[in-house]
């Protein structure tokens, strides 16, 4: 396991479809954040996991945005009925337990809605 | 409401230069400030500081905290064209206790030959 992976890397779809995005994050780690990144800014926070319970969500995350982490261990992030302005990269994170400890991303996902 | 302000957004220098990058935070729960550098993929981790004054060095990359003024700097002396990236500057704290990340916008840096 050599970091956290993120699947696909990019995607294109037209407005109104679904999209989910996996994100597979270090073994051993309990916590995994979901961030979505737009040009020219800072990555946003989404959402939080602490094992398979998602613990908190940014008020950013619109009801067309859910996320899921089951058995604690991948985590897969989905949105339904897609605008324009869901295009972004969305990264994911992850990291031990303990507030002393960094986080590790992967690639992203680059998600184009046209 | 927390945010993060990084300055400048954007420097260009040429190689041999040292820079000296900003950021300043207004986080509740403060816990530690992190610095990142992204090459257009992942973020790669670079420093933690969670303790005012003490400075973190690796290589030609150093930072230092200032808990009292609320801000970190990251410098880079002798700068190489391998340093052009975005610099992120960020702080774990908010609401909760989840370890959450909160950035700032980024500081676009261009090292010239």
């Known amino acids: 396991d050599t970091g956290v992976s993120q699947d696909p890397r990019h995607k294109i779809t037209k407005r109104g479809q679904n999209v989910t995005f996996r994100c597979d994050p270090i073994?051993?780690?309990?916590?995994l954040y979901w961030y979505r990144q737009t040009l020219g800014q800072g990555p946003e926070f989404l959402t939080y996991?602490?094992?398979?319970?998602?613990?908190?969500k940014s008020r950013l995350l619109s009801d067309r945005f859910s996320a899921e982490r089951p058995k604690g261990s991948f985590s897969t992030l989905e949105i339904q009925r897609t605008e324009q302005g869901d295009s972004a990269m969305y990264l994911c994170a992850s990291s031990e337990t303990g507030l002393g400890t960094e986080a590790f991303f992967g690639q992203g996902t680059r998600l184009t809605v046209v | 409401e927390d945010k993060v302000v990084q300055s400048p957004l954007s420097l260009v220098v040429h190689e041999g230069d040292t820079v000296t990058l900003n950021c300043s935070y207004e986080?509740?729960?403060?816990?530690?400030l992190l610095w990142y550098k992204q090459e257009k993929k992942a973020p790669t981790f670079l420093f933690m500081l969670t303790s005012s004054g003490i400075e973190k060095k690796s290589g030609r990359l150093s930072s230092i905290l200032d808990k009292k003024e609320l801000f970190s700097i990251l410098n880079i002396t002798a700068t190489q064209t391998g340093d052009s990236a975005v610099y992120l500057c960020a702080v774990k704290g908010g609401s909760g206790n989840t370890g959450k990340l909160i950035f700032g916008q980024g500081t676009t840096l261009q090292v010239k030959p």
């Open positions: 986080v509740t729960n403060f816990r530690s």
């Open positions: 996991f602490q094992n398979e319970a998602q613990l908190e």
């Open positions: 073994s051993e780690h309990n916590r």
